[in-house]
């Protein structure tokens, strides 16, 4: 079993910066792709990016060159970076871990977190 808990979020002003973390506990943790995912009102949940236990990334078009994932493996932790962000980023974020490859369908994780909120004002 592993439990996520995601932290970071707020509010921020069109052009500015947050940083997501999401700490893991439960074994085997390293091994672990993790993802973060994000759910505005009325919309489905949306890949964002992705990360694998060798740091191996993948982004969605939407946030490439404004968002950098990363995982501090001996924390248990793995980052969002959120930069220029925009008012359509508005969402709640939320950490996903699982085994295997990098996948960016929400229903090939296994373990979620509580969610973020990320609200970006113009």
């Known amino acids: 079993q592993v439990q996520l808990v995601e932290s970071g979020g707020g509010l921020v002003q069109a052009g500015g910066s947050l940083r997501l973390s999401c700490a893991a506990s439960?074994?085997?943790?390293?091994?672990?792709?993790m993802g973060w995912f994000r759910q505005a009102p009325g919309k489905q949940r949306e890949f964002v990016a992705a990360?694998?236990?060798?740091?191996?990334?993948t982004y969605a078009d939407s946030v490439k060159g404004r968002f950098t994932i990363s995982r501090d493996n001996a924390k248990n932790t793995v980052y969002l970076q959120m930069n220029s962000l925009k008012p359509e980023d508005t969402a709640v974020y939320y950490c996903a871990g699982r085994q295997g490859r990098i996948a960016i369908d929400a229903s090939e994780y296994t373990y979620w977190g509580q969610g973020t909120q990320v609200t970006v004002s113009s």
């Open positions: 439960g074994r085997a943790y390293s091994r672990y792709v």
């Open positions: 990360i694998s236990w060798s740091a191996s990334t």
